[in-house]
C-alpha cells in the first residue's frame, strides 16, 4: 500500500468519534490507526514524508497514553505507556534515519542531536527517569542504527557515572557507589552491540567508524569509573570503621581489645582498598591509624609504628602538589604528632647520651686510679738514677736546666731517658774536652742501652 493511502486510512480512523463508545472500541480503533501511520512510515520515499509519518505516530501513541491514563484499568503502569511510546517514537526515528541521516556526517553532531532528543522525551514527561528515558531509547533503536544504539548505551553509562560523581562529592558514598556499579549493565550491552556489528555484513563503514569512536570512550570511562569506585568503596570502609571506633570507644571503662584490634582491621582493610589507587585518601587513613596506634592501642612498638604512618602519609600528601592539602584536619594531626614524637625522641637520646657519658667518665676515672695505684716504682727509681747521673756528670749542654729537666715528665721514664740520651750525645759537647767527650759519650752509650730494655719491658737496669 502505498504512503498516502496509509496515511488517509489512519487519520480517517483517528477522526472516528470515541465519545460514549467503549473502552475495548477505542483502543481497537487506536491500534489500527497506529498500524496504519507505521505502514505509512515503511512506505514513505522522500524526508518529507518519513517527518509526515513520524509526526503521525507520536500523535498516535500521545493518544494512547491520555487514553490509557483515563482508563487505568486497561493499563495500570501509565509510565510504562510513556516508555513504551518513546520506545517505539525512537524505533522509526532511527528506522525513518531521521536521527542519523546524511546530513549529519560528524560524530560530535549525533552527540548532540541525541542529547536534544532525550531533552526533549524528558520535558514532555518530567516524572521519568533520564536513564530510564536512555534505557526506552536504546531498547527502541532499529536493529540496523548500530551506532546510534552503541552511543546511547554509552551516554546512559556516563549518566551512571556523572550521577555517581555528584553523589560522591556530596559525600552519599551509598548511593555514589549504586550508580558506579549500574554502569556496568550499559557497557556490557554496548560490547554486545558492538561485537554483533562485526559478523554483520549490511553495517556501513562509517557506523563501524563510529563505533570504534564510541569504544575508545568506553574504554576511558571504565578506567574513571575503577578509579572513583575505588575511592567510593574506600571511603565506605572509612565510614564502616569510623562508626565501629564510636560504637567502641563510648564506653572506654570497659574497653573490649577484642572490639578495638576488630576497629583496627576495619582500618586496614580501608587502607589496602585505596593503596596506591587514590593517595590522598590513603594518606588520610594512614594519619587516622596512626593516631589509632598512638592514642588507642599504645602497645610498646605503637609509638614507632605511629611515626612511620605519619611519615608516609605526610610524604603521599606532599605529592600531590600542587594540591594543597595542608589545610585538612588529618594532615594536621598528623604533622602535630609527629612534631611531639619527635621532640621525645630527641629529649630520650639526649638523656641516654647524658647517662651513658657519666657512667663513662666514672669508667675512665675508675681505670685511671687504677692505673696510678698499680704503675710501677720502677720509674721512680729509674728517674732518680738518672738525676744522680746527671748530678754526678753534669752535661755541658748550654743553656741546661737540671731542676726543669727533674720537674718534667715525672711518671714517663721512657721520655726521661730520651731526653738524657739527647743532652748527652757526643756531637753535642765540647770536642776540646777530650776527657768530658769520653765520659758523654759513655753515659749516651750506657743511656741507650737503657732504653732498649725498657722498650723491651726489662727492669733490670743494675
Not at 44 to 49: F, H
Not at 229 to 236: F, K, S
Not at 378 to 395: F, H, M, S
Amino acid at each position: 500500500m502505498s504512503f498516502d493511502k496509509c496515511m488517509k486510512e489512519g487519520e480517517s480512523i483517528e477522526q472516528k468519534d470515541v465519545e460514549n463508545k467503549s473502552p475495548a472500541l477505542v483502543e481497537k480503533w487506536l491500534d489500527k490507526s497506529y498500524d496504519a501511520y507505521c505502514n505509512a512510515a515503511l512506505a514513505a520515499m522522500s524526508r518529507t514524508q518519513k517527518e509526515k509519518a513520524l509526526a503521525s505516530i507520536q500523535r498516535s501513541l500521545e493518544r494512547k497514553r491520555v487514553f490509557y491514563a483515563d482508563n487505568p484499568r486497561r493499563c495500570g503502569d501509565i509510565n510504562g505507556v510513556k516508555l513504551r511510546n518513546i520506545s517505539k517514537t525512537f524505533y522509526w526515528m532511527s528506522y525513518l534515519q531521521l536521527v542519523s541521516d546524511e546530513r549529519v556526517s560528524d560524530f560530535e553532531h549525533l552527540t548532540d542531536k541525541i542529547d536534544l532528543l532525550v531533552d526533549d522525551f524528558e520535558a514532555a514527561a518530567p516524572e521519568l527517569s533520564r536513564d530510564s528515558i536512555l534505557s526506552a531509547m536504546a531498547e527502541g533503536t532499529h536493529n540496523s542504527s548500530v551506532a546510534v544504539k552503541g552511543l546511547i548505551l554509552f551516554k546512559k553509562a556516563k549518566f551512571f557515572f556523572n550521577s555517581g560523581v555528584v553523589y560522591g562529592e556530596c559525600n552519599e558514598v551509598k548511593l555514589a557507589k549504586y550508580n558506579f556499579e549500574e554502569i556496568q549493565r550499559p557497557v556490557e550491552e554496548f560490547y554486545r552491540v558492538f561485537n554483533d556489528a562485526q559478523k554483520i555484513s549490511s553495517v556501513s563503514s562509517k557506523d563501524r567508524q563510529q563505533l570504534d569512536e564510541i569504544k575508545e570512550e568506553v574504554r576511558i570511562l571504565e578506567g574513571e569509573t575503577l578509579t572513583e569506585m575505588t575511592q567510593v568503596i574506600g571511603r565506605l570502609s572509612l565510614a564502616a570503621a569510623n562508626e565501629k571506633h564510636e560504637e567502641v570507644m563510648k564506653n572506654q571503662e570497659t574497653l573490649d581489645f577484642e572490639l578495638v584490634y576488630y576497629v583496627y582491621d576495619l582500618y586496614h582493610h580501608a587502607l589496602s582498598q585505596v593503596r596506591d589507587k587514590d593517595v590522598e585518601l590513603e594518606a588520610e587513613i594512614l594519619s587516622i591509624m596512626g593516631t589509632y596506634q598512638l592514642k588507642v592501642l599504645k602497645m610498646p612498638n605503637s609509638r614507632n609504628k605511629a611515626k612511620n604512618y605519619y611519615t608516609k602519609c605526610i610524604e603521599l600528601a606532599l605529592s600531590l602538589h600542587p594540591k594543597n592539602v595542608t589545610t585538612e584536619k588529618w594532615y594536621k594531626d598528623a604533622e602535630d604528632n609527629l612534631r611531639d614524637l619527635q621532640k621525645d625522641v630527641l629529649k630520650s637520646e639526649h638523656e641516654k647520651d647524658s647517662e651513658e657519658k657519666q657512667k663513662y667518665t666514672k669508667e675512665l676515672l675508675e681505670v685511671s686510679q687504677f692505673l696510678d695505684d698499680r704503675r710501677s716504682p720502677a720509674d721512680y727509681q729509674l728517674k732518680n738514677e738518672i738525676l744522680a747521673i746527671i748530678e754526678k756528670y753534669p752535661p755541658k749542654v748550654q743553656g741546661f736546666d737540671a731542676k726543669n729537666f727533674g720537674a718534667s715528665d715525672e711518671q714517663d721514664s721512657k721520655k726521661v731517658l730520651r731526653k738524657a740520651i739527647q743532652i748527652y750525645h757526643p756531637d753535642k759537647q765540647p770536642k776540646e774536652d777530650r776527657l768530658w767527650f769520653w765520659t758523654s759519650e759513655r753515659i749516651t752509650m750506657f743511656l741507650t742501652e737503657l732504653l732498649s730494655k725498657v722498650k723491651t719491658g726489662s727492669s733490670n737496669h743494675n
